[in-house]
């Protein structure tokens, strides 16, 4: 490939052919400020619309000023990135967005966290000289996610992430000019659409357009109320992002200090979503192993391959877009829906505390957790199994107005018997996580031998479809893994079209999977962010004593005291569930 | 309808629809033989065009005589909508605005007829690719 | 019957009409009744010739003798110098400007026939449905020759020789385009036509497809045998049904005969249009926006590059030129390059055809070589303003250009000149406006018209234009002050820095360029709060003269906001404060005691 020599800011530059403005001015270490443009490197994920006009330079020569997002360099060609002209049309240009844009800062879910605020700041704009109408519009409050499209800039982000990325397809800009808006097709609502609430849109909206449905209040108004016992379960991936709200480096793992800041808020008991991670490959693992007995017999008429079933956007996608594959998905529950059924049935009882009076509250990396706790059948008598999921970020702020010092907390360790789990259980959190601990889990129960090594690393990585085949003792098992829905998608034809090869396949909606989450800090395009967390997920997974599910010693006696077997009936009953038709 | 193959096809058909026209213009019957040409694009159809070409073609023929009425596209004189090209057999194509049915009944009557011209004929003001 | 041997047409048009030409007519009838001539001869008024400037104009036929300036003292000299001794009336007949020598027959004077047709050629002269005619006037020969005698290349470089460029507003070369498309690999290309006509006013490309719709064809054919491309598709307004018909009659015939499909003449290429319908959204002019709608996206446009050429439709090399650029293709191949380059200016080649409207008498469609004047297409081709008002402002590249004042009347019609003058070719949109147009208006006018037709992509202009024409509403009403003239200039020039598309970097043309040439007009507006046009009505004042207002009440009883009291048979008097300027009072008023001030 060629290499161009040009000029940024009178310093020289040598990129190659190809490369934007924006990219070669970064490589020198000029940053041109940009709203729309977002690319999540090596994720095959780019917003490139060139709309906002914010990250306009000067090129000499040219007639207009040129977007450094979307214009490729040239031999010679000298670019000027704070000339007067190019600063003064950047001010404008978010003049303008500001003067359609509600002036609510101080109140705004986002402030602190606003790009458009930040950029306002970083321009120095005291004052709005274009004045005028403003947009507005009906806010849209789902289960999940609330679109406020005033504060929509059109940057597009979510179009390209619930389109190109997930392939859901609902949000699209409508309408033209002034009342250009993104929104569900005839303006419907959200709840109405195929939405899966997966949340990719809200962690990629760089105002408060889009944001989760804040659940803060209902956890602070159960913790005060005295009738109450309110325990709380934590997500793996929350541990390995949480900390990033508090000014700490992406990828610091702050296990006990999210603990003891739990403890701090109220909680009755801390518990952990990677005991019922554990949980979870108990029952996926031994229905995988029976499908896959079954046609290692011969059985024809068994599905294969099996796809997981944690996530919830992933359920409500196939639920909407693949009818007819209801029966492939694994009926195994969510770790967090098979936590809320234990700890309202043999934890409750344990306590002796009636159902009514347990809450259930989930700490979550996700929007689309709120969906699923709110699900009918994880009801008993309506009342659900996780009363309230709230996100990383919720949990950050409920921190802040507590007057907590996160950073300078203990660190403490969860309550028990939920507490307890394997480093199987922390992978969850990561693209790749779910599939190597159903790995390490089956192959033993397979085998009957023990693991040798218990990194997979074939397993792991940021490739958005991936597979390897692992040797269970002389039976090759082929593995897919997804993250992101388009992804997922193309898994998903190959199986109706008869042609896929593989026998286990795991599903995360998220591109990176939980650590990726839609309620995860914002990542602000940044995916070294992602990898990062990633690490750091397989960081505490090896520092665990017990790294096997089954070795759980809660999780045995869970199943002691408790459950029977896997996939008994009584597991049946509260640890597996069942699919409907959305389409 | 053959297909026109080539080149030669395409010529030969060229001439014999060239020499139709000029039969038709320099026919047997010259003087009974006038070609009125009405611009039928949407301007001149959404002001009374059809009604007029209709018109035509109704009344020459009551009256008797042969002429053959064609549609053709704008000619460009929006102002004076719905505008005709009437050609007497021998002579100048002339171009007549504003032709509603009284209007056309008057071309009829005198330039047609009796080959005097009637008031409201349009200059030709533009040249061809040939001239 | 009365065969007359001799017709003294006499020009009717409004600007000889206001030159006696009624009077000249009604002399030449009664002298030649005197001479008992009346049976012979038959004098009749005819529309405009088009030469205003030198009118009233008397023409005569058979001989086709063209006579200026004519006054009604002439015409007994035309009656017995002519008429009678067959002697032609010298000092009437037009001179030469150059040689001095006097022309006869209208035919020979350049300045007469300022319109030269080649993309309108068969425009009002073949019938559209009939294939046949078309064939009789040179149809699908130009085909035929590419085909059969040249090269792709040589086709290729006869476009580039001939230097026409694109119709469609943007004036890119033509054969350049199509060499950029040729030399890019590709399996499969296509020729796009852009007939999705949408600046105000415009309906050039209506015209050409509803009256001549085989030269598109045939164009896009020619184009397809240039670049490589098998596969035509037209993009027209759905709002065009009859173009549409027609089209689709003849892409039939076309196929019938052969001359569509496979094995086109004989030969080994093969080529087939279809249609696509476009809903009449404004930016889908724009090529790139253009080609989404086609492929069932949102109608907006991207970044170029790429471009079409390299990827456009279904991201394969794409070929768009608009209707009247394909309607000039068969003429160059036919008549050559160096004829079509005789026509028009140096960096202009050729001609283009305007939609003529506003307040002008003749309105039409209408097809000038590239360099004629303002002036002569305001004048001699549109006969003057209406009502014998004051011109003001030609306008012209429809919401994207400017409007240019007397003072750029000479500019000749270019590309560059009209950019130069701070306005634009465009498609062919051209309004003309007298003296009781608010330029202010006029601006406002077209802003709300690329405010609606915006896509909303980018800032500037989704929100910019919208507070330019916010800035511009609030001038006309009367609620300006000095500093939103800087602040309309300020802003227009940002979105025309950082527009997206052509649509928004264009957009602000009518405000900067009726600032620049009518800045009174707009500091009228904002410092005495006064519309020197009388048009913006929050600006107007309805004022009762109390010498002439007899109280008879009548205004009082009309007023529908209640906004006028007074006295039986005492003058009456208008509360500004209430008064909506309906204007009921000024109509009603029987005794024109009622002002506008």
């Known amino acids: 490939m060629e290499m161009i020599k040009l000029t940024i800011d009178k310093k020289p530059v040598v990129v190659k052919e190809g490369t934007t403005i924006l990219k070669a001015a970064a490589s020198i270490g000029i940053d041109i400020p940009t709203l729309c443009y977002m690319k999540l490197e090596d994720m095959n994920i780019e917003n490139k619309p060139g709309g906002c006009r914010v990250c306009v330079v000067e090129v000499e020569g040219r007639r207009n000023l040129a977007p450094a997002c979307a214009t490729e360099v040239d031999e010679g060609m000298v670019v000027n990135t704070h000339s007067m002209r190019a600063v003064n049309a950047r001010r404008t240009v978010v003049e303008l967005i500001l003067s359609d844009h509600p002036a609510e800062c101080l109140t705004c879910a986002k402030s602190g966290k606003c790009d458009l605020q930040d950029m306002a700041q970083n321009l120095g704009i005291r004052e709005i000289h274009y004045t005028g109408e403003q947009s507005t519009y009906r806010e849209d409050t789902s289960p999940a996610i609330i679109r406020d499209i005033d504060k929509c800039i059109l940057c597009r982000r979510c179009e390209t992430m619930c389109n190109d990325t997930q392939t859901v397809g609902v949000l699209s800009t409508i309408n033209r000019g002034f009342d250009a808006v993104v929104s569900p097709a005839f303006e419907m609502n959200l709840d109405h659409s195929v939405c899966t609430y997966c949340g990719q849109c809200v962690a990629v909206c760089p105002t408060a357009a889009l944001t989760e449905v804040d659940q803060t209040g209902a956890v602070i108004r159960a913790l005060s109320d005295p009738t109450k016992k309110v325990i709380v379960q934590t997500a793996p991936a929350v541990r390995a992002a949480l900390g990033e709200e508090f000014g700490m480096e992406a990828g610091t793992l702050v296990t006990g200090k999210m603990v003891s800041a739990l403890k701090d808020l109220g909680f009755d008991y801390v518990f952990d979503t990677d005991f019922a991670a554990d949980l979870t490959i108990m029952e996926e693992g031994t229905e995988l192993l029976g499908r896959l007995n079954k046609y290692l017999d011969g059985d024809k008429n068994v599905k294969l391959p099996i796809l997981t079933s944690c996530c919830p956007a992933w359920v409500k996608f196939f639920e909407h877009q693949f009818p007819s594959m209801l029966d492939i998905p694994s009926t195994a529950r969510s770790p967090q829906q098979m936590f809320g059924a234990i700890a309202k049935t043999y934890f409750a009882d344990k306590m002796k505390v009636k159902r009514e009076d347990l809450v259930v509250v989930s700490i979550m990396p996700c929007v689309a957790k709120k969906y699923e706790s709110s699900r009918d059948e994880f009801k008993v008598n309506d009342n659900p199994d996780v009363d309230f999921a709230i996100t990383t970020r919720e949990l950050a702020s409920l921190i802040n107005l507590s007057n907590i010092d996160f950073n300078s907390l203990p660190n403490e360790d969860f309550d028990q018997p939920l507490g307890e789990s394997s480093g199987a259980g922390v992978i969850f959190g990561t693209t790749g996580g779910v599939i190597e601990a159903a790995v390490r889990t089956a192959y033993e129960l397979q085998t009957g031998k023990s693991l040798e090594r218990l990194d997979f690393e074939e397993l792991r990585g940021m490739e958005g479809l991936r597979k390897a085949t692992i040797d269970f003792d002389g039976i090759p098992i082929n593995i897919g893994i997804a993250h992101g829905l388009g992804n997922a998608r193309k898994l998903l034809e190959e199986i109706q079209a008869g042609k896929s090869e593989f026998h286990a396949i795991e599903i995360m909606s998220c591109p990176g999977g939980c650590i990726g989450g839609g309620g995860q800090p914002y990542h602000h395009g940044d995916a070294e962010v992602l990898k990062k967390r990633q690490k750091a997920i397989y960081l505490e997974d090896k520092n665990k004593v017990i790294r096997k599910s089954h070795e759980n010693p809660y999780i045995q006696k869970l199943y002691e005291e408790f459950l029977g077997e896997p996939m008994s009936d009584k597991a049946h009953h509260l640890l597996h569930t069942k699919y409907f038709d959305r389409s | ?131 | 019957m009365a065969d007359y041997n001799m017709h003294l047409l006499v020009c009717g048009g409004t600007g000889c009409k206001a030159s006696q030409s009624e009077l000249i007519k009604m002399n030449l009838k009664n002298q030649l009744t005197e001479l008992g001539l009346e049976e012979d001869i038959q004098v009749i008024h005819t529309g405009c010739f088009g030469f205003c400037e030198k009118g009233p104009i008397v023409k005569i036929q058979p001989d086709n003798t063209f006579y200026v300036s004519v006054t009604p003292e002439d015409t007994k000299e035309i009656i017995e110098e002519h008429i009678v001794k067959g002697r032609k009336v010298e000092r009437l007949l037009y001179k030469d400007p150059s040689t001095k020598t006097s022309i006869i027959e209208s035919k020979n004077m350049d300045f007469y026939k300022k319109q030269v047709r080649i993309a309108l050629r068969n425009c009002g002269f073949i019938n559209p449905d009939n294939i046949e005619e078309y064939v009789a006037n040179d149809g699908y020969e130009a085909l035929a020759k590419c085909l059969g005698e040249m090269t792709p290349e040589e086709t290729t470089k006869l476009i580039i020789d001939s230097g026409l460029r694109g119709r469609g507003g943007g004036g890119f070369p033509t054969g350049l385009k199509w060499d950029i498309t040729r030399k890019v690999e590709g399996d499969q290309k296509y020729v796009v036509c852009n007939a999705d006509e949408g600046d105000p006013g415009a309906f050039m490309d209506r015209s050409i497809l509803e009256g001549d719709p085989h030269t598109v064809i045939e164009a896009m054919a020619i184009c397809g045998y240039c670049i490589g491309a098998d596969k035509g598709l037209v993009y027209i307004r759905a709002e065009y049904p009859l173009a549409i018909e027609r089209l689709k009659t003849a892409i039939g015939q076309a196929q019938e005969y052969g001359l569509l499909g496979e094995g086109i003449l004989g030969t080994d290429f093969n080529f087939d249009i279809e249609l696509r319908y476009g809903a009449g959204a404004f930016v889908c002019g724009e090529e790139t926006a253009l080609i989404h709608s086609m492929e069932g996206l949102r109608g907006e446009p991207t970044f170029k590059p790429p471009f079409p050429s390299v990827s456009g439709y279904l991201g394969k090399p794409t070929n768009v030129n608009n209707v009247e650029t394909f309607a000039n293709i068969p003429p160059i191949i036919n008549k050559g390059a160096e004829w079509f380059g005789s026509i028009g200016t140096e960096n202009s080649k050729g001609t283009k055809v305007f939609a003529l409207a506003g307040k002008i008498n003749n309105v039409g469609l209408i097809e000038v070589p590239m360099g004629t004047t303002l002036r002569e297409v305001v004048y001699d081709i549109g006969g003057g303003i209406k009502d014998g008002k004051e011109f003001k402002a030609v306008q012209t590249g429809g919401p994207s250009g400017g409007c240019l004042t007397k003072d750029f009347l000479d500019t000749p019609i270019e590309y560059d000149s009209l950019i130069a003058a701070g306005s634009m070719m465009g498609s062919g949109g051209m309004i003309v406006m007298d003296e009781d147009d608010c330029m202010v208006a006029i601006a406002k006018f077209y802003l709300e018209f690329t405010l609606d037709e915006s896509c909303g992509k980018c800032t500037p202009c989704r929100i910019g234009n919208k507070r330019l024409y916010e800035i511009l509403d609030k001038i006309t009403e009367g609620k300006g002050e000095p500093e939103d003239l800087d602040r309309l200039r300020a802003l227009s020039d940002v979105v025309k820095d950082t527009s997206l598309c052509g649509l928004g970097q264009s957009s602000p043309n009518p405000i900067l360029s009726t600032i620049e040439n009518f800045f009174g007009e707009y500091e009228s507006h904002v410092t005495i709060q006064k519309c020197p046009a009388g048009q913006c009505k929050s600006l107007l004042q309805y004022i009762i003269e109390d010498e002439k207002c007899t109280g008879c009440t009548l205004c009082f009883r009309h007023c529908p906001v209640g906004a006028i009291s007074g006295e039986k048979r005492s003058p009456h008097f208008i509360d500004q404060s209430l008064c909506i300027k309906c204007g009921v009072c000024y109509q009603k008023c029987k005794f024109d005691a009622i002002k506008i001030a």
Not at chain 2, 6 to 13: E, F, P, R, T, W
Not at chain 2, 104 to 122: W, Y
Request: charged share 30%; with cysteine.
């Open chain 2, 1 to 131: 309808m053959t297909k026109i193959k080539s080149l030669a096809d395409l010529k030969k058909l060229k001439d014999e629809v060239q020499s139709k026209i000029k039969l038709r213009e320099k026919g047997d019957h010259p003087e009974n033989l006038v070609q009125i040409k009405v611009s039928m694009a949407t301007c001149g159809i959404a002001s009374g065009a059809k009604e007029t070409m209709n018109y035509f073609i109704e009344t020459l023929d009551n009256q008797g005589v042969d002429a053959l009425v064609t549609q053709t596209g704008c000619m460009g004189y929006c102002y004076a909508e719905p505008t005709i090209e009437l050609t007497i057999p021998g002579k100048e194509p002339v171009i007549y605005g504003f032709v509603d049915k009284v209007k056309a009944q008057e071309i009829i009557d005198k330039h047609v007829i009796k080959n005097e011209l009637v008031d409201g004929i349009i200059p030709v003001n533009y040249k061809t690719i040939d001239d």
